[in-house]
Each structure stands twice: as structure tokens, then as C-alpha cells.
């Protein structure tokens, strides 16, 4: 009879320490997948900042994103149901890159996205403006390449200051192959000092060459619009958001801002595609977690390259969603479309 009271509490215990042992497994140990889902969806209203802009209308622009975290057991149990979440190994998406290289490398092409967007507003309102490069940034490496990391901002060679492609490019061509460089770069807010030999020397002037040259390095130029008139420059202000994919809409939105008139029309207008400066919309990835994401935001209408516009349907048609699918090839396609008077289904 002694022994009873005891039993009834082990009989208590283990399967509170077994469920607990269990939601530890499932939800705090690591796997070696990231987990791809249905993001945020944010107005560009906020983002978007014109010295003395036109006045925002009663509609909204949104940008779509696809949500990541790295999986745990709990993730990689959902993705067998659940259709609105995707698993990827991390080194597939990490490649040689570490989580803040991966990082940073998104920040940079979003730098570059909104760039492009302010340069095909501009052009898409007839606005003279000129092209200051910031800086020379390294948003790629190749994987056996040692020394840049992506993030990086090239400041200068052999001590001679560059910030262009074009600069970069005439300094390497007075080099020889295979000589030995001083670099002088920042990294996470630190100057620093590379020594790396040349791979090749660049034979277009204007850089474009340049990846193969430095052996298989991207780079980007960051650059800043400066418009004739002061009161039309355009900042924008992402937050921690990254990648290319916000570009038509950061465009439509500083298109908006720079014209007079409702460009939105009132809808609630969610999108995605990258831009170039001279307008044209390039496809992105996981248009179908934007669908899903734009769907649950309550958007009327969803602008999508036409590279991903069968997959961006199936998507809708799948959720019997009453939102728009169209897709648009480039900014000046959107605004006709939006001029064009009421959209329906």
C-alpha cells in the first residue's frame, strides 16, 4: 500500500516528461531543411518617399513575399499536408554562403531593385534625371573563389578609388594577369585589405566583362537617381526586406507618387516581378506562396510576369480566390491596364 502513491505519480510523470521530450524533438531540434511559406503582405505607400509628391489615392499598392524559417520536425511532419509550405535543404539555398553573406547579398539586390524601379518611374513619367553610382558592391562568389565575400564593397584597387563597373574596369586593364592586387574593400562596416591575383584582364571597358575577369564575382552598382527637379527625388525605405521580386511595384508606386492622379484606382493591388530600368518585368520564385499571401490580404487585383502567370492562375484557381490574375511585361503595360477603367474578373 506504501508503494501505491508513488505509482500514481510515475504513472503522472512519464507521460508528461515522454509528451514533453516529444514537443522538444519537434519543435527545438534543428533539421537540415529551410521551409518556404506564404509571407507578409505590405502597402509601398509607407516605403515609397517623394520630396513633394502627389498625394496617395484611396487604392494600395502591396508587395508580396515568401516567408523562410528553418524547419524543425514539426515544419518537415506539415509539408506532407500541407500544401502552402515547401522545404529546401539549406545548403541548396546557401550554396557556400553563410546565413549573413546570404543576407547580405539580399539586401544588395533589393538596393539595386529599387534603384531600377525609381529609374523606370522616371522614365515612364518623362523626368530628366542623372546616375550617381554610391558604391561597388559584391553580391556573389563563385564557389571556389577565395577573398571577396558577398556583402562586400569595393573602395578602391592599388590605391586608386573606384566606384563603378567602368572605373573598376579601366584601373584592371592597366594591370597584368596573374599580378598580385591590393584590394581595399568594407565588409559589415570595416575597411579592409585583400591581396588577390588578377584572373584575366577585362577587354570591355565598360565592366560588363568583369565577373569573368575577377573570376567569377558579381557585382552591383548601388546607385542613386538625382532628379533635375529636387522636389521628384525618390527614396525608398524596405526595411529588412529583400531580393528583387518588389521592383514593378515600387515602380508603380513611385509612378504614382510622381504623377498626379489615382494610379491604383482604388483596388487593392498586390504583385511581384523584378524590374529593369528600362521597365521591362522579369520573373521571380514562389509565385504561388504570393497568390496564397495577396488572397488572404483581401487583393482585387494580382500583377504577375507572364513567366509565372500559369502557375500564378493555377495557384488562384485552386483557392477560389475572386482576385485578378494579370499578367503585365512592363511598367508601361501596368499603367495602361490601370488606366484602362474598371477591372473585373
Not at 196 to 223: F, T
Not at 298 to 309: I, R, T
Not at 316 to 324: F, I, K, N
Amino acid at each position: 500500500m506504501s508503494n501505491t502513491p508513488k505509482s500514481a505519480v510515475a504513472g503522472i510523470i512519464r507521460p508528461a516528461l515522454a509528451a514533453a521530450l516529444i514537443m522538444i524533438v519537434l519543435l527545438y531540434i534543428p533539421t537540415p531543411y529551410a521551409a518556404y511559406e506564404p509571407g507578409i503582405v505590405e502597402p509601398v505607400t509607407p516605403m515609397v518617399k517623394v520630396v513633394a509628391g502627389d498625394p496617395p489615392g484611396k487604392g494600395v499598392f502591396m508587395l508580396t513575399t515568401v516567408k523562410m524559417t528553418y524547419a524543425n520536425y514539426w515544419a518537415v511532419m506539415r509539408s506532407f499536408w500541407d500544401h502552402d509550405l515547401e522545404l529546401l535543404r539549406k545548403k541548396d539555398m546557401l550554396g557556400d554562403k553563410s546565413e549573413s553573406e546570404y543576407a547580405a547579398r539580399l539586401l544588395y539586390i533589393m538596393q539595386n531593385s529599387q534603384s531600377n524601379a525609381i529609374e523606370a518611374a522616371y522614365r515612364e513619367a518623362g523626368i530628366p534625371y542623372e546616375i550617381v553610382t554610391r558604391e561597388l558592391a559584391v553580391t556573389d562568389v563563385a564557389q571556389d573563389q577565395g577573398g571577396f565575400r558577398p556583402g562586400d564593397s569595393i573602395t578602391a584597387v592599388q590605391g586608386k578609388k573606384i566606384s563603378t563597373a567602368q572605373s573598376l574596369a579601366a584601373v584592371l586593364k592597366q594591370q597584368k594577369t596573374g599580378a598580385e592586387l591590393e584590394w581595399t574593400i568594407v565588409r559589415q562596416g570595416k575597411e579592409q585589405t585583400l591581396k588577390l591575383p588578377l584572373k584575366a584582364l577585362p577587354e570591355d571597358e565598360s565592366g560588363r566583362d568583369l565577373p569573368q575577369a575577377l573570376g567569377g564575382i558579381v557585382l552591383a552598382e548601388i546607385r542613386d537617381l538625382v532628379p533635375q527637379q529636387e522636389q521628384l527625388k525618390v527614396s525608398i525605405a524596405a526595411g529588412e526586406i529583400g531580393g528583387p521580386s518588389a521592383g514593378l511595384m515600387f515602380a508603380l508606386q513611385t509612378l504614382d507618387a510622381l504623377t498626379v492622379g489615382d494610379l491604383t484606382g482604388g483596388l487593392r493591388i498586390a504583385g511581384t516581378g523584378t524590374i529593369r530600368p528600362d521597365g521591362k518585368v522579369g520573373e521571380i520564385g514562389g509565385v504561388a506562396f504570393k497568390v496564397t499571401a495577396a488572397h488572404r490580404s483581401g487583393a482585387e487585383l494580382f500583377l504577375v510576369p507572364p513567366g509565372n502567370e500559369r502557375e500564378a492562375r493555377a495557384k488562384a484557381e485552386a483557392l477560389g480566390t475572386p482576385m485578378r490574375i494579370v499578367a503585365v511585361s512592363t511598367l508601361h503595360d501596368a499603367v495602361e491596364l490601370l488606366q484602362s477603367g474598371p477591372i473585373t474578373k
